[in-house]
């Protein structure tokens, strides 16, 4: 997650140097906690939460818990991940709803902070849950608030009241009022209130603030905070908690590359639970906080948990098994790997979901670089196939090949390359269909049995290599040997996490979906 990034190396290569030892020592340990404190106050955690947190590290790092322990190191990671887990509010918290409807949602916080944006991204979340949400604009002192919340309400589907016009004209507590009453005789079960900010914290901000709560009587209040906004996050909570006080808060631009730490500190400081995560600028990207999950994002060991719900709300159940059928058959075609390819495409960003696997945080100039739009090239060159290619690719011959590579905007050579890229893709999925093991480049046999790889390099070592006649396919066929006979690294800290992807693979899984 961008905006931890520098958090997260930090603290990665701080445990990085524990892996050499056998034994900690106190020392050890003192300079382990001290390069955390820096990290920490780096990333513009708060000084309190600082030292209550790398407090509690030591005096548990010291204890018997990692002198007795087979792994000292992996200990003290372990200490640190479940301290952080704490200190972001320990258990998920969900969204209360009114045993009565409607709900009633308040949203609070400084101009800026992404009230607007996360009014439409919750909207949009609650009707996938089968709710009947209702934006009430409120904000009727910034120039366009209105506007800007009528539009997020129609890119979301979702209803809104406005009756006034906003740049400064309307009164907002009666407009929260009476939109909760046009909710309850409108029958919407969920009201989402969007009030108006400040550049600061003011004595006007938080009398209005507190009017609308008093006159609509909210089942919820989230305060939306800016995680890059530094230091000031921790001030600013403090006096939104004092003057209007909070059930939730909210964290908005975590996509951005800011340090973010004060993020962290508000949960702790304020004894109030994070609820949502804001990552990206579109409707959907909104997610519910997880604070282990974080904490795992944050000291790179990955958040498979969040990379399998994605998956299961973007996969349709029913063509994931028809999909299995085609490859126990052998009828997997460029039709179906195109209807995958869509599939993927639902579930966001591809950067995005490779970060979210463990250890890649020590790849992440190799994420950047990973072209998003190679799907689309990909998605062009099967469009520009008739249905008979698709179904049947043997049939491409040269002229075929050429028309295909006009009607997409592409190359003779790229068509050839997304041929043979596919044909590689379902022979490995094929062999994963019928249960047996597949050969990944650079990797060998993924998860094979341990004597099986030592007897295939012995029989490649003692036949000098490849005996190709091509000499670029032989130097090719010699470096898969090579790379197959190195020991793959584990995670970032070795918690027992999937081996991590290396640079080749992670080209390997851009080809296929696109060139390389």
Known sequence: MAT?????????????????????????????????????????????????????????????????????????????????????????????????????IMLAGLQGSGKTTFAGKLAKQLEKDGHTPLLVACDLQRPNAVNQLTVVAERAGAAIYAPEPGNGVGDPVKVARDGVEHARRQQFDTVIIDTAGRLGVDAELMKQAADIRKATAPDEVLFVIDAMIGQDAVNTAKAFQDGVDFTGVVLSKLDGDARGGAALSVASVTGRPIIFASTGEGLDDLEPFHPDRMASRILDLGDILTLIEQAQQAFDEEEAQRVAEKLATEQFTLEDFLEQLQQVRKMGSMKKMLGMLPGMGQMK???????????????????????????????????????????????????????????????????????GVPSMPGMGAVGGKPGASSKRGK??????????????????????????????????????????????DLAEIQKLFGKG
């Not at 099967?382 to 592409?410: D, F, H, Q, Y």
């Open 4 to 104: 931890f990034g520098t958090l997260s190396d930090r603290l990665t290569e701080t445990f990085r140097n524990l892996r050499t030892k056998g034994k900690l020592s106190p020392a050890d340990i003192d300079g382990t906690v001290r390069e955390i404190r820096r990290a920490l106050l780096d990333a513009d955690v708060a000084l309190q939460v600082v030292k209550e947190f790398t407090g509690k590290v030591r005096e548990r790092a010291l204890g018997d818990e990692v002198s007795r322990a087979l792994n000292p190191a992996q200990q003290v990671v372990q200490i640190v991940n479940e301290e952080l887990v704490a200190i972001l509010g320990g258990q998920q918290r969900r969204l209360q709803f009114a045993k009565q409807p409607p709900t009633v």
């Open 365 to 435: 100039q190799q994420i950047e670089n990973f072209d998003e739009r190679e799907i689309d090239r990909t998605e062009a060159i099967i469009r520009s196939m008739t249905p008979g290619e698709r179904r049947n690719p043997k049939v491409l011959n040269g002229s075929r090949r050429l028309r295909i590579a006009r009607g997409s905007g592409m190359t003779v050579t790229d068509v050839n390359q997304l041929v043979q890229r596919f044909d590689q893709a379902a022979k490995m999925m094929k062999t994963v269909a019928r249960g």
């Open 459 to 504: 029989k490649q070592k003692s036949g000098g290599g490849s005996r190709s006649g091509n000499p670029a396919k032989r130097a090719a066929e010699n470096a898969g040997i090579t790379s197959s006979s190195t020991t793959a690294s584990g995670s970032g800290f070795g918690l027992g996490a999937p081996a991590q992807p290396s640079e080749a």
